[in-house]
């Protein structure tokens, strides 16, 4: 992928301050198109696709979302807890759209691990493959991501 | 040598005092915004010193605005209507401010400097808050990540406030945060005990303020807490009341029940609390006394996955599920929520359906 | 003193001696700031008032106190502090006209005291030795040059971001250095005009 003058005014939006106080880049230097380029290779090498590892986090996060704010167990190892901050947020990618805060912990009890995602990551990775800059509070590693939800293809 | 050396030192020394001069000089001139009119509800008039944020000219003159995040502009609480004066939007602003709120006025007081006269509009039960400091009395789990806080008032040394209000809490510079922070935390003791306020605080993970108070508070620690905030509190009719409240939302509602209590409220009340397991049920004999004390109340709690080490008899499931099971007809009577904003959008949705009208349901959502 | 008229140094500041793409001074924020065109202008406009103000103070102070003192060693340190004076007074004034373009500026405003084409200027105008009127001419050419030189190069950076594929290992600095270079020869094209040692 190259970066387009889209990308270049979508990574604009991504910096600290424009849609949200700490940006989705963290500390990465690298163009957002190298970014998305590094995490689609990540993904691959694994066997998976975004819209496998979208699909993994929304179910976990519906199952755990009937806990209405309390932790839920939900088979075979996982305890999920969804809970939701004030306001929403617009997608960094130019389109029509907000998003709540709603995040999502899930805790594998039998590796130990647990993830955090907000339903805004889930957005970004399935329509956009944009896992957030290296640093940033919400960045999801593929590979993290894949082993602690237990995706297979 | 030395001559040449003092001649040195003083000639350096009079440049720069000549430019410091010329400094306060601007300061005076450029950078005094003179003393600014902040005219308040057509009714109050302020004189303020310009130059600053408006959140601390406010806060110097003793007027509170909510603010969690100490004036970086990060949690958008802190927003007033500015009718006149407050100057061209903020990037820093922008994300805060739905199209509506642009059009109407709306800033974010940490932002906006008071450069020249203006005119605001601030609900009137902010002119009641204070800035209080206080001493920790003593800390008590609750649950496993539950705390209970309990916070003697020294400076005023009495704070009125109505059963469902809350207070925000000063976590001073430590670890995890460079520079003071606030956070809303709801009070649950009887607002009769004016000199002395109790919290119940849940840790979160990262939390700056929780990771404050779970793992740095101590007994005998001095805090500083604003306050009261919040529109939430029992409505004076003689509707019967229920309400429904998770974890940490315990706070206000037992607040409003130990004032119910104390004045000897005939009112039907139910309470339902939702937790998911009995390390997760805290004040159970607390509830279970005022139950003695309020003839007319009743106190469910309901767990979400009992384990098979707690013997749980009493009611099983998701809050809603109890809710609808004991509620079937809630149409005329009033709801009190408090807790996680996916259990009250599910309660309301209940509560809807069992004939509630939407005027009648109360919410606290933190966050 | 250089036969020179004040008008002729400043033309030639601006042009055929540009700070900037000659001297290769006050690179930094040329580099960084010169993303959009409107906070570029912002930051020419301050250079602009620093350059000139510090110019002909610091003439002042070299020629009416240094000298005579016999302190000229202690010019770069004199020069630093009456910049930084300068920079505290445009920061002020920026706060009070434009909020806006002050937060747009951010940390470059102060850095402008350590932007070494101001100094610079101070510098090559004792070394040249120029007369009140030359200096304050070069000052104002100098940073009417800068100014010049980043609304240019902020101009080509928007139209390259948003039409041209650029090499990935040219991206950011490198191809700025790049269209400064080509700048700094289209600019020698004025080379015949009038010249300054």
Not at chain 1, 63 to 68: H, I, N, T, V
Not at chain 1, 109 to 134: K, L, P, Q, R, W
Not at chain 2, 23 to 51: F, H, Q, R, S
Not at chain 3, 98 to 125: D, H, Q, R, W
Request: charge should be negative; aromatic fraction near 8%; proline fraction near 4%.
């Amino acid at each position: 992928m190259k970066q387009t003058p889209e990308m270049e005014r979508i990574q604009r939006q991504m910096r600290p301050g424009v849609i949200s106080y700490d940006g989705f880049l963290g500390s990465d230097k690298r163009l957002l198109c190298e970014i998305m380029d590094a995490d689609e290779a990540a993904v691959r090498r694994m066997g998976l696709s975004h819209s496998a590892i979208a699909a993994r986090m929304r179910e976990l996060r519906e199952a755990g979302a009937r806990g209405l704010g309390q932790t839920t167990s939900v088979p075979p190892h996982f305890e999920v807890t969804v809970d939701a901050v004030r306001g929403k947020l617009p997608c960094p990618f130019l389109h029509e759209g907000l998003y709540e805060k709603i995040y999502t912990i899930v805790k594998n009890n039998t590796s130990g691990e647990s993830v955090t995602y907000t339903d805004m990551n889930i957005h970004m990775i399935e329509a956009h493959g944009f896992y957030e800059g290296e640093g940033a509070p919400f960045r999801q590693d593929p590979a993290t991501l894949a082993r602690v939800l237990e995706i297979e293809d | 040598m030395l001559v040449s050396f003092i001649i040195a030192v003083a000639a350096v020394g009079a440049i720069n005092t000549l430019l410091a001069i010329l400094i306060m000089l601007a300061d005076a001139t450029i950078g005094n915004y003179g003393d600014c009119k902040l005219t308040i509800n057509d009714a109050k008039e302020l004189t303020v010193k310009g130059g600053k944020p408006l959140l601390s000219a406010l806060k110097d003159e003793q007027i509170f605005i909510p603010s969690a995040c100490g004036g970086r502009g990060s949690c958008g609480l802190c927003k007033l209507v500015i009718e006149d004066g407050g100057g061209d939007l903020l990037p820093t602003e922008l994300p805060w401010l739905d199209a509506d709120e642009q059009k109407s006025g709306v800033r974010l007081s940490c932002q906006v400097k008071v450069k020249r006269d203006m005119r605001l509009r601030i609900p009137e039960e902010l002119f009641s808050v204070k800035q209080f400091s206080a001493t920790v009395s003593a800390i008590n789990d609750l649950t496993h990540d539950i705390k209970e806080v309990k916070i003697k008032l020294s400076e005023p040394a009495a704070i009125e406030f109505t059963a469902g209000q809350f207070i925000q809490l000063e976590v001073p510079p430590y670890e995890l945060t460079d520079e003071p922070v606030y956070r809303a935390y709801s009070i649950a003791s009887d607002p009769v005990k004016q000199d002395e306020i109790e919290l119940e605080i849940r840790y979160v993970p990262n939390g700056i303020c929780t990771t404050y108070v779970h793992k740095h508070l101590k007994e005998g620690d001095e805090v500083t807490f604003n306050g009261p905030y919040g529109d939430f509190h029992l409505q004076p009719t003689e509707a019967e009341i229920i309400c429904i409240a998770g974890g940490s939302g315990m706070a206000p509602i037992k607040s409003i029940l130990e004032e119910m209590a104390r004045t000897g409220s005939k009112r039907k009340a139910v309470y339902f609390f939702g937790a998911r397991s009995k390390r997760d049920l805290f004040l159970v004999e607390r509830m279970q006394a005022l139950e003695k004390e309020l003839p007319q109340f009743k106190f469910i709690p309901a767990l979400s996955e009992p384990q098979p080490e707690d013997n749980w008899d009493g009611e099983t499931g998701l809050i809603t599920e109890v809710v609808a099971k004991h509620v079937p007809d809630a149409s005329g009577k009033e709801a009190y929520l408090c807790g996680s904003p996916l259990m009250i959008d599910a309660c309301v949705k209940v509560l809807q359906e069992k004939g509630m009208s939407e005027d009648n349901i109360y919410y606290d959502k933190f966050a | 003193m250089p036969e020179i008229s004040a008008f002729a140094v400043l033309f030639a500041a601006v042009f055929t001696n540009n700070i900037l793409l000659t001297n290769y001074l006050g690179m930094c924020s040329f580099l960084v700031v010169s993303r959009e065109v409107k906070t570029s202008a912002g930051l020419g406009g301050a250079v602009i008032f620093v350059m000139t103000a510090t110019s002909a103070i610091n003439w002042i102070v070299y020629y009416k106190l240094l000298i005579p003192l016999q302190l000229e060693y202690l010019r770069f340190i004199v020069f630093i502090v009456v910049i930084a004076a300068f920079v505290q007074l445009v920061e002020m004034i920026i706060e009070r006209v434009s909020e806006t373009l002050y937060a747009a500026l951010g940390i470059f405003l102060p850095l402008i005291t350590v932007n070494c084409a101001i100094l610079g200027i101070s510098l090559f105008m004792v070394i040249r030795e120029y007369s009140f009127l030359q200096s304050l001419g070069f000052g104002l050419g100098g940073g009417i040059g800068w100014a010049l030189a980043i609304l240019a190069m902020a101009g080509i950076r928007q139209r390259l971001a948003s039409r041209s594929r650029i090499p990935r290992g040219l991206e950011g600095a490198g191809i700025t250095l790049i269209i400064a270079g080509t700048m700094a020869l289209a600019f020698m094209g004025f080379n015949g005009m009038v010249n300054l040692q």
